[in-house]
Structures are given as C-alpha cells and as structure tokens.
C-alpha cells in the first residue's frame, strides 16, 4: 500500500520545491562589465575581512539600537515601562553612546560595502527564488544601514532640508528594518561567518600592498579620528581637540548650548511680561505665582546635565525650587503623583511634558530660576523651566506657564 | 547551527514584518520621502560612490610606488571616511541666526587641521617603510 504524505508534508515540501527550482539564467551575452568573472582584481577581499568587520559591525549596529530604542520608550513610555531618576548621568551615556557609535561607524559600513562590493554583480543574477528573496534582504538591509547613517549625521548637523520626512519617525522605524535584516543577514550567513572567523587565510595580496591587518587598521584608525573630532560635544575635557563636534559643552548664553532658542519658540513677550503667572494646580487648589513668589520659597541649588537626543551633554549648576515642594503647596504627596508640565510655547513639538512619579518626587528636580547663580538666560526657559535628573533635554520643558498635579495612572 | 540560523532569520523576518507594519501605521511617518530617500542612498553609493572609489583604487595601484601604498591607501581610507561625516557641518546649513551655540566651530578650518594630522601620520609611516626596504635591497 502507498501512502500518501500528510497534506502539511507536501505543502511544505512544494514550497521548498518552488523557493529552489533553479530559474532560466541570462543569456551569456548580458554578462558584461561588471558582471564579468574576475572584474574586481583586488585580493584584499576574503570571508575573514568581511567577517570580522560584519561581527563589529553587528555590535555597532545592535549599541545603536538599543541605546536608541532606549531614548523612543523614554519619550513614549507605553504603560510597562518605567524610566528611574537615577542614576542622574545614565541618559547622558547612552544617548552620548547612541550619537558617537553611530558615527565611528561610517567607516565600518564603508569598508564592509566594499569588502562585499563585487556581490552586487554575481553570476547570475538570481539562482531561484530563495536567493531573490535573500537578495531583496540584502537590499533592505544596505539600503536600512546607509539611511540611518547619513540621516543621523543630517540631524546632528541640524540640516533638515534634504529629509522630506519627520526625522524621529523614519529613524526609528528604520532602525527596526536595519535590525531585522541584520538578523536575516547573520542566520543566511553563518556558515561564511563561522569559516571566516576561525580560518585564517594566508594573505594573498602582493608584498609590500596593504595587508588585511593594515586595511583594518585604517577602519579602525577612521572610526577613531571620528570619534576624537565629534566626542567633545559629550565629553567636555576632549572640547578642545573635537574640531568637527555639532556642539561646544560651554559655547552657548551663559556657557551652555541652546536647542531651541526664545525666539524660535516665540515665547519672548510672554516670558518677559510682569503679569507672569505660574499656574500650580493640584488636588488642594490652584495657585497663580510670580517669579518672586516662586523666589520666596525655599531655594536649592543642584548640579545636573542637560542632555540632547542630538549627543551632546553638558553639566550646569541650577538654583530653584523642589518639584515635589511646589507638588506639597497644593496638597500633593509626591508619591503616586505625576506633573504636567506645560510651556508658553505653543506651537511645537514639545510644548509640553509628563513628570513621573520617579523624576517628580526626586529631591534633584526643580523648578529652576537660575543657571550658575545668575537669573535664567530668556534662552534657557526664563522665567521658570524644568530641570531633572536622567531626562532628555526634550523633556525638560522651559517657559514653564502651567504644572498640573495629577494621580498618576 | 541549523536550527540558531532558522531562529535569526525567523526573528529577522518577524522583526521586518514589525518595521513595514510601523511604516504604514505611524501617522508620524511620510511614506513617499522616506522610501525616495531609502532608494538614493543605495544609488548614491553602489552607483556612484563606489565606482568612483575603485577607480580610484586603480589609479593608485598604477602608479604609486609599492613602498608607500599601505599609508597613502590607509590615510585616505581615514580621509574619506572624515569628510564624508564633515560635509554637512562645514556646510553649515543647520545654522541658525536665533542660535549661536549651533554648530558653533569653523568646520572646514577643523578639517583641513585633522586632514593635516593624519597625512603627518601617513607620511612617517610612508618614510619608516620607506627606510626599512631601503636597508634590505636584497629583497
């Protein structure tokens, strides 16, 4: 007796039957230029080299993503996740780890393209449809991987006019497409990967002509000229030496870079008019206070970093009055309560915040009235703005018109 | 090792299907730019950069001295990779009058100044190889 196989057993063996057959190739006379066999004469190029750059690769490519992954879910907490206030640098490390990796690793995407550059034009084009499909990943992997870079340098260069979209959205999603074809990339690969890390091949190029060591030498000497001309924007001792850093820690109104200037945020008759009111509303009432009201209460003066999604960092000294103080005024317990923060600006796309529990009841977060001992820049959100520990410098609201206290839900 | 490949590219695959269902869903997200912009860097550099490139590599191995290759290629591997990532600020386009603190440096000056050190670097290197063959005619 023949039996038949289960009816899922031929599917699937049908599917392998049609992801493998082999398709008709070109004819011959197509293969032409590139295409043709030996066009690419350098013998720098092996499994090995591409290997070991693919592993650093995967590592420079995987610290992005998470650090950046990191930064989205602060930004847009969805209910399970919870940012702490503490330690008061970590957003700053990885944020600042986001910005610098992703730059040292322009020459690493450079020298792998190339190292696998003659792939582009084997032959032929496509075996089956499993190699198209592998193909296509490929595609969407190269095409993911260059998008981030060169969109993240746009962002920290601050030049908006080449990217006909809305930059945090295209990166983040791309990062998603870049990591999902990483992980294709690697599962097809293995094998190759496997072979070029253990097995040494002998150099094949000529004497004297850069060796694989020397080429990944000047990789590695590339992404580490980068990192000393951009790093100073994060690390301020290296400021001096970081000629190509977007920002100077200590060039900005009262020492300290600005994002978004007054003016820009049309604040600037708003924030200076003596009819100034901080609306303080809580379960207790709602209070209207003045600068010197807010002056009047008990001051306290902490060292926190202002951080932006853009890497640079730096650290200043701020004097004002305790968000979970002005949360007591209107009859809040800092515990179990958020803060609404609310700006003059209106326009914009951070005119406003939530405070967490965590970053409202620490003692480090003010309502901040003064920058080194010195009465608010009208760029750094005078008359009153938000100053936390561990927080993007997007969140800490400036211009503050209105904090509302709330049951956090 | 078949079955972690079958995970990477499972999860790859479902990774993917995630990022095309963000593109489409997001509200936030300009389809039509990004997809032009996701397309002409791939053109930009398989097309234009890269031949450019190995041209390049062409004319060195034509014409420069075996000797100092290694440093020449090395340093402009470096030189490249810097100036790509230089452009937009010594560009400058990001500049605004409301905000100084942006893009506060000279950006080209900081170029050619790093540009400087690494062929200073390439050149005692070039120099030492140089030497090195020089005191071994025989090979």
């Not at chain 1, 996740?81 to 690493?108: C, D, E, K, N």
């Not at chain 1, 601050?158 to 992980?183: D, K, N, Q, R, V």
């Not at chain 1, 010197?292 to 701020?318: F, K």
């Not at chain 1, 317990?333 to 967490?356: I, K």
Request: glycine fraction near 8%; include cysteine.
């Amino acid at each position: 007796m023949v039996r038949e196989p289960d009816p899922p057993v031929a599917a699937r063996r049908r599917l392998v039957d049609w992801l493998t057959t082999p398709l008709p190739p070109p004819p011959a006379a197509l293969r032409r230029g590139p295409t043709r066999p030996h066009a690419f004469p350098s013998r720098l190029r092996s499994p090995r080299l591409t290997s070991l750059l693919g592993v650093a690769l995967a590592v420079a490519f995987g610290t992005c993503f998470v650090t950046g992954l990191l930064d989205h879910l602060i930004q847009h907490p969805p209910g399970w996740f919870h940012w702490p206030s503490r330690p008061v640098q970590l957003f700053r490390v990885t944020q600042g780890l986001h910005v610098a990796t992703g730059l040292a690793t322009i020459p690493l995407l450079g020298v792998k393209l190339w190292s696998v550059y003659p792939r582009l034009f084997r032959w032929p084009p496509v075996r089956d449809v499993a190699h198209a499909l592998e193909r296509l990943s490929i595609l969407v992997l190269v095409s993911a991987g260059l998008f981030q870079l060169v969109t993240g340098v746009l962002n920290i260069a601050l030049w908006y006019g080449p990217m006909h979209f809305y930059f945090p959205s295209a990166h983040y999603w791309t990062a998603w497409l870049a990591i999902g074809a990483i992980l294709v990339h690697i599962g097809v690969k293995l094998p190759i990967i496997r072979a070029g890390l253990t097995r040494r091949p002998r150099e094949t190029v000529r004497a004297g002509t850069l060796t694989r060591r020397g080429l990944l030498a000047a990789t590695a000497g590339a992404a580490g000229v980068i990192t000393v001309a951009t790093i100073g924007q994060t690390v301020a001792p290296l400021a001096p030496v970081s000629l190509l850093a977007p920002r100077r820690p200590r060039t900005g109104p009262q020492n300290l870079p600005v994002n978004r200037s007054a003016a820009a945020a049309n604040v600037r008759t708003l924030a200076v008019d003596p009819a100034y009111r901080l609306v303080l509303a809580g379960p207790a009432g709602t209070l209207r206070l003045s600068r010197d009201d807010l002056a009047a209460l008990p001051q306290r003066t902490v060292s926190l970093p202002i951080t932006c999604v853009e890497g640079w960092s730096a650290s200043a000294v701020w004097t004002g009055v305790r968000l979970r103080d002005l949360m007591a005024l209107v009859g809040a317990d800092p515990d179990g309560h958020e803060v609404f923060a609310q700006s003059l600006e209106t326009a914009g796309l951070y005119t406003s915040t939530t405070v967490d529990p965590a970053h409202a009841g620490d003692p480090l977060t003010l309502v901040a009235l003064q920058l080194r001992g010195e009465p608010l820049h009208l760029d750094h959100g005078y008359p009153a703005r938000l100053i936390a520990p561990n927080r993007p410098g997007v969140l800490q609201t400036k211009w503050l018109a209105r904090l509302t206290v709330r049951r956090a839900s | 090792m078949r079955w972690t490949r079958r995970l990477l590219v499972g999860a790859g695959v479902g990774v993917l299907a995630y990022a095309v269902f963000g593109l489409l869903t997001d509200p936030d997200t300009a389809l039509g730019g990004q997809v032009v912009f996701l397309a002409a860097v791939v053109v930009a550099h398989d097309a234009v950069f890269m031949p450019l490139m190995i041209a390049a590599g062409f004319v060195v191995g034509r014409f420069v001295p075996v000797r100092v290759r290694p440093a020449l290629v090395g340093a402009a591997i470096v030189s490249l990779a810097l100036t790509l990532t230089a452009i937009p600020f010594v560009l400058g386009r990001g500049r605004r009058p409301d905000d100084p603190s942006a893009l506060p440096l000279n950006y080209g000056r900081g170029l050619l100044i790093t540009l400087a050190f690494v062929w200073a670097v390439a050149a005692v290197v070039a120099w030492r190889s140089w030497r090195r063959a020089a005191r071994r005619p025989a090979a």
